[in-house]
């Protein structure tokens, strides 16, 4: 399996506080990307990441902000969790291109009440 | 813009039955596409993907996928499914060339398999 880790894995928090889930990788893979997974939606893109400090919007960006300040670390920060951001989140990582298999993390669950 | 459709939400089998998950994708350009599969309460893995070549693609666990370009489908198959195939699959694409790196899925296809 890749080297790819997220924490914290559940996480329980209240509308209106930040929160930021990190995800760590020991692939020395350039590319990260952050998805959520909600039921009928299947896995849609928030961010990702093509090299340190360089990242890019995804489809459903708002309300998240990432930072890469090293290879094997990806943040996603809810800076004002809400009620819709419930959902579960995974990590992912790729050697290169498009044409690369993506491997993904073991997810992280949040719950905004 | 690439997009997906899974064109089942839910696929109920019975084992040892073939099955077959449909995947259409729309592009105006190459794209690579993939399928990956999602055991319950684990993160996605790589079932198989076509990247150019033989339109017929295999992957782990007995799977296969022929690539459409005509009907822009890409469809799994599998001859004799098992209980542990019991599953959530997507099919994905993303676009070939340029700077372009995202990676678009289907919603998913649940693949029930009884006994």
């Known amino acids: 399996d890749a080297g790819i880790t997220q924490s914290p894995r559940h996480k329980v928090t209240e509308t209106g506080t930040p929160v930021t889930l990190r995800c760590h990788q020991t692939?020395?893979?350039?590319?990260m990307y952050w998805y959520r997974q909600d039921p009928g939606h299947g896995l849609r893109l928030i961010h990702y990441s093509y090299g340190v400090k360089d990242t890019d919007k995804g489809e459903v960006s708002d309300g998240y902000s990432v930072s890469r300040s090293k290879t094997e670390d990806f943040l996603l920060t809810l800076e004002s969790a809400t009620s819709s951001q419930t959902s579960v989140y995974f990590c992912?990582?790729?050697?290169?291109?498009?044409?690369?298999?993506?491997?993904f993390g073991p997810g992280t669950r949040l719950l905004v009440l | 813009a690439q997009s997906v459709t899974q064109l089942d939400s839910q696929v109920p089998v019975f084992e040892e039955a073939p099955v077959e998950l449909r995947c259409n994708y729309s592009?105006?350009?190459?794209?690579?596409l993939f399928w990956y599969v999602q055991y319950p309460n684990q993160g996605l893995q790589l079932l198989l993907k076509?990247?150019?070549?033989?339109?017929l693609v295999k992957g782990i666990n007995g799977f296969e996928a022929e690539f459409n370009k005509s009907q822009t489908s890409f469809h799994l198959r599998k001859p004799s499914v098992h209980i542990s195939d019991t599953a959530e699959y997507f099919c994905?694409?993303?676009?070939?060339?340029?700077?372009?790196?995202?990676?678009?899925f289907g919603k998913g296809t649940l693949l029930t398999v009884n006994p």
């Open positions: 592009s105006s350009v190459s794209v690579y």
């Open positions: 994905a694409v993303s676009v070939s060339g340029g700077s372009n790196y995202k990676l678009t």
């Open positions: 076509y990247l150019s070549g033989s339109t």
């Open positions: 692939e020395n893979h350039r590319y």
């Open positions: 992912a990582i790729s050697e290169q291109g498009p044409q690369e298999t993506q491997y």
